[in-house]
C-alpha cells in the first residue's frame, strides 16, 4: 500500500536527533549484518573447504601414486609397460602382445589360464568369448606366439584316427600374416580317453590349411601345439604358433632386438568352428571386442591435472604420457574461480605436488613420474561453488525481498507516523496551537493493519485534542472576560481604602497594598496563569529574620493561628519582592493549615548556607501522595481530599514567584507531616 507523504512544510516540524532513528538504523543494520554474515560465511566455507580439498588432494595424490606403481608392478601393468606402443593399435585384428613372462606353459590348463588372468592380456568379446595373443619376453624361451582364450562350444565331438573330413568334428584355423606373409594352419580337435577332471580334453593337431578335408599323405606341423579343454558348455583352448622368422634371428650377428619393432604389424586371427558348420562359433576379429589392460587405463585412476609419464631408466626414450581427462560437461563461474585461487591456504598445502617411481620389469627399468596441478583444485571447487552459489543467491534474496517487504510495508510508514507524531507534539505546545493544530492530520494512514490502527488511534486521540483547544480558548476567552470585569469592580474601592487606610502604621495598610498590585496584576491578562507569568517583581534588599518574625506576628489577621517563629540574633539579607514573597509564604501557610492536625502549630525556620538561605514550613498531617509531590506546583492541581472550591494555583503563584526572584520551591513529607522549603540568594555585604 502507498502511503502518500503528508505535507508538512506550513508546520513547525521538531529536528529529530539520532534517537529517533534508532530501530530503523537497527533494522537495517541487522539486515546488512544479515547479508555480510550470510557472504562471509560462504567465504569461510569456501576457504576451509579450499583447505581441506589441497590437504585430500595430498594424500589421494600419495594414494594414486601408489596405486599406480602397484599397477604398474602387477603382471598387468607390466604387460602394459611392455606394449605401450600399441596401446592406439585397433583391437582387431589381433597381434601379439609382449608378455610379462619369458613363456606360457600351455600344456596345462590351469597355469596358461591363471598366467593371462594375472597379465590381462585377453582381449573381451560380448559373447563372453576371450582371447590372448602373445609373446614371451625372452627370445631364447622360443621363437613362438602364443594363443590363450575360451568360447562357449557346446559338446565337443572329436576327429577319430585317419579322419579327413574335418567338418564333422570341432577345429581351430588360424592365419599369421607379417612381414607380407600369411600362414594358415588348421587343427581338429583329437580327444583323449583320460579327460581327468575336465569333462572334455584333448590335442588341436596343426595342419598346414588347405580345406576342410585333409590330404591322405597330410601331416601335423612340427612344433605346433594345441589343447582344448572342455568345463560344461565353456571350452578352453591354448595354442602355441612356431615362428620360423623369429628363430631364425636368434642365430643372427648382432644378438637381435627382442620384442621386434614390427610386432604390431603381426596379425593373428583364430577362429572356432563347430561340426557341421562353417560360420565360426568363435571369431576373434568379431566386432566390439574391447581391448586388454593399457596405460590409457591408468588414467581413468588420474584427476584432471595430473600427468603420468613414463620413461625408459638412463634414457630419454619415452615410452607413455597419459593425463587425467578434463571434465568439459560442469562449468564455473570466472570470478568465483578468481576468488577461490585468492584464498589463502596454510603454508606447504600450495606446494608442487610431484611423485617418482622405479619399474622393475624383465626386459628393463622404467621411471614413472606422476605430478600433479593445485589449481585443478581450485576449478573443481569452483565448480562445487558455482552450484552452492544458487543457494547463496536465494538466501541473499530472500533477506533483500524481507527487508523491502518490511521496508516499503512497514518502516516506511512508521517514518511517516513519527513525522506527523513528532509535529503533533511539537505543535501542542506552539502559542498559536488553535491555528496550526488544525493543519495537523493523520486520517489517510488509517488501516486494518497494526500501524493502521495505531494511525487511527492517533488520528481520534489528535482530533480530541482539537476539540479539547476549542473549548479551552471558549473558556480562556470568558475568564479574560470575568477577570475584566472583576478587575474594574475591586480597583475603585480599593482606592477608597487607601484612603481610609493610607497610615503605615496602620495593620491594614500593608495588606490593602498587596490587594491592590495582585489586582494591577491580574486587570485585563487573558488568564490567572498567563498574568502570573506576565508579573513583574521589584527586587530589593530585605531582612529575612525581621520578614518572618512579622508574617509570624500577623498571620493570625489572614485567619492562620498558631504560627511560631523564633528570631534569629542576626539580620540575613536576600534579594526579593517583600510583597511577592510574602505571598508565597501566605499560600503556603494557608496550605499547611488547611492540611494539619487540628491543634498543631505550623512551624517557621530561616537557616543559611553559603550563598543561600533556606526557610522551611512545616506542618504536622497528613502526607502528601507520592505522586503528587512532583505536580502539587502545577496551575490547577489540587489535593482532592481537601475542602472543594480550591482551584489549585497558590502554589502555583508560589513557584512563579520564586522563580522570578531566583529561588526555588520544594515539598517533602518529612518528621509526620509536610515541609516546605523556599531557597533564596543572600544579599552580598
Not at 588432494?57 to 596405486?67: C, P
Not at 627382442?258 to 604390431?264: C, G, R, V
Not at 512579622?550 to 489577621?557: G, T
Request: proline share 5%.
Amino acid at each position: 500500500m502507498k502511503v502518500p507523504d503528508f505535507e508538512l512544510s506550513k508546520l513547525a516540524v521538531p529536528k529529530l536527533g539520532l534517537a529517533s532513528f534508532r530501530r530503523r538504523i537497527v533494522f537495517r543494520a541487522t539486515f546488512l549484518f544479515l547479508v555480510i554474515a550470510t557472504l562471509a560465511l560462504a567465504v569461510v566455507l569456501l576457504k576451509e573447504e579450499k583447505q581441506r580439498s589441497y590437504r585430500n588432494y595430498q594424500d589421494g595424490f600419495r594414494k594414486t601414486q601408489a596405486e599406480i606403481a602397484a599397477k604398474l608392478r602387477h603382471p598387468s601393468g607390466q604387460l602394459a609397460l611392455l606394449n605401450a606402443g600399441s596401446a592406439n593399435a585397433p583391437v582387431t585384428p589381433l597381434h601379439p602382445l609382449v608378455l610379462p613372462y619369458g613363456a606360457i606353459d600351455f600344456d596345462d590348463p590351469n597355469k596358461a589360464q591363471q598366467a593371462v588372468e594375472m597379465a590381462g592380456c585377453s582381449v573381451h568379446y560380448p559373447n563372453g568369448s576371450m582371447v590372448c595373443v602373445g609373446v614371451g619376453n625372452n627370445p631364447y624361451a622360443g621363437g613362438f606366439i602364443y594363443i590363450v582364450g575360451s568360447f562357449d562350444s557346446g559338446e565337443l565331438v572329436g576327429r577319430a584316427r585317419g579322419m579327413l573330413d574335418l567338418t564333422e568334428v570341432h577345429r581351430a584355423r588360424v592365419r599369421l600374416t607379417m612381414r607380407g606373409q600369411t600362414t594358415r594352419w588348421i587343427a581338429p580337435f583329437e580327444p583323449l580317453p583320460d579327460a581327468g577332471a575336465w569333462g572334455a580334453r584333448g590335442r588341436l593337431t596343426g595342419f598346414v590349411d588347405t580345406g576342410e578335408t585333409l590330404a591322405a599323405n597330410a601331416r601335423p606341423v612340427r612344433d605346433f601345439r594345441g589343447w582344448l579343454w572342455q568345463d560344461g558348455e565353456r571350452s578352453f583352448f591354448s595354442i602355441r604358433l612356431p615362428i620360423d622368422v623369429f628363430r631364425e634371428e636368434l642365430f643372427r650377428k648382432p644378438r637381435p632386438a627382442w620384442p621386434p619393432k614390427d610386432l604390431a604389424n603381426v596379425h593373428v586371427h583364430v577362429e572356432m568352428l563347430a561340426p557341421g558348420s562353417t560360420e565360426p562359433v568363435f571369431d576373434s576379429n568379431a566386432p566390439n571386442a574391447k581391448r586388454p589392460f593399457s596405460l590409457h587405463a591408468v588414467g581413468e585412476t588420474l584427476l584432471p591435472g595430473e600427468t603420468l609419464r613414463i620413461v625408459k631408466a638412463g634414457t630419454a626414450e619415452e615410452i607413455a604420457t597419459v593425463s587425467g581427462a578434463e571434465d568439459a560437461t560442469e562449468r564455473s563461474l570466472p570470478w568465483l574461480t578468481r576468488l577461490i585461487r585468492r584464498l589463502p591456504v596454510d603454508e606447504g598445502y600450495d606446494a608442487p605436488v610431484a611423485g617418482r617411481e622405479i619399474i622393475s620389469t624383465p626386459v628393463g627399468k622404467y621411471e614413472a613420474s606422476l605430478t600433479g596441478d593445485a589449481s585443478s583444485i581450485d576449478r573443481n571447487l569452483s565448480v562445487v561453488a558455482t552450484r552452492m552459489s544458487w543457494f547463496v543467491a536465494a538466501m541473499l534474496g530472500a533477506i533483500a525481498a524481507a527487508w523491502l517487504v518490511i521496508e516499503i510495508g512497514l518502516i516506511r510508514r512508521i517514518v511517516v507516523l513519527t513525522k506527523r507524531a513528532a509535529a503533533v507534539s511539537y505543535n501542542v505546545q506552539d502559542p498559536q496551537i488553535d491555528k496550526r493544530i488544525g493543519e495537523l492530520d493523520v486520517s489517510d494512514l488509517r488501516s486494518s493493519d497494526e500501524l493502521g490502527i495505531l494511525a487511527g488511534s492517533l488520528s481520534t486521540l489528535l482530533q480530541r485534542v482539537k476539540d479539547d483547544v476549542k473549548r479551552e480558548h471558549i473558556r480562556a476567552a470568558q475568564e479574560r472576560d470575568m477577570w475584566h470585569a472583576v478587575g474594574h469592580e475591586i480597583m475603585s474601592p480599593l482606592q477608597s481604602l487607601m484612603v481610609l487606610h493610607g497610615s503605615t502604621d496602620d495593620p491594614s495598610h500593608r495588606y490593602v497594598q498587596r490587594m491592590q498590585q495582585a489586582v494591577k496584576v491580574l486587570y485585563g491578562t487573558a488568564s490567572p496563569s498567563e498574568a502570573l507569568e506576565a508579573a513583574t517583581l521589584q527586587l530589593a534588599p530585605i531582612d529575612l529574620n525581621e520578614f518572618l518574625a512579622n508574617v509570624a506576628a500577623n498571620a493570625h489577621f489572614a485567619g492562620i493561628e498558631g504560627v511560631r517563629y523564633e528570631r534569629g540574633a542576626r539580620p540575613v539579607p536576600a534579594r526579593a519582592d517583600a510583597y511577592s514573597l510574602e505571598d508565597v509564604v501566605t499560600h503556603i501557610l494557608k496550605n499547611a493549615d488547611r492540611h494539619r492536625t487540628p491543634g498543631t502549630p505550623i512551624a517557621l525556620a530561616l537557616t543559611t548556607a553559603g550563598t543561600s538561605a533556606c526557610i522551611t514550613i512545616h506542618n504536622e498531617g497528613a502526607a502528601i501522595d507520592e505522586t503528587l509531590l512532583e505536580r502539587i506546583f502545577d496551575y490547577g492541581v489540587s489535593d482532592a481530599s481537601a475542602d472543594a472550591g480550591h482551584r489549585g494555583q497558590g502554589l502555583f503563584v508560589a513557584r512563579t514567584y520564586m522563580a522570578k526572584m531566583g529561588g526555588t520551591i520544594g515539598v517533602r513529607n518529612a518528621d509526620g507531616g509536610v515541609t516546605f522549603t523556599l531557597t533564596l540568594t543572600l544579599q552580598a555585604a
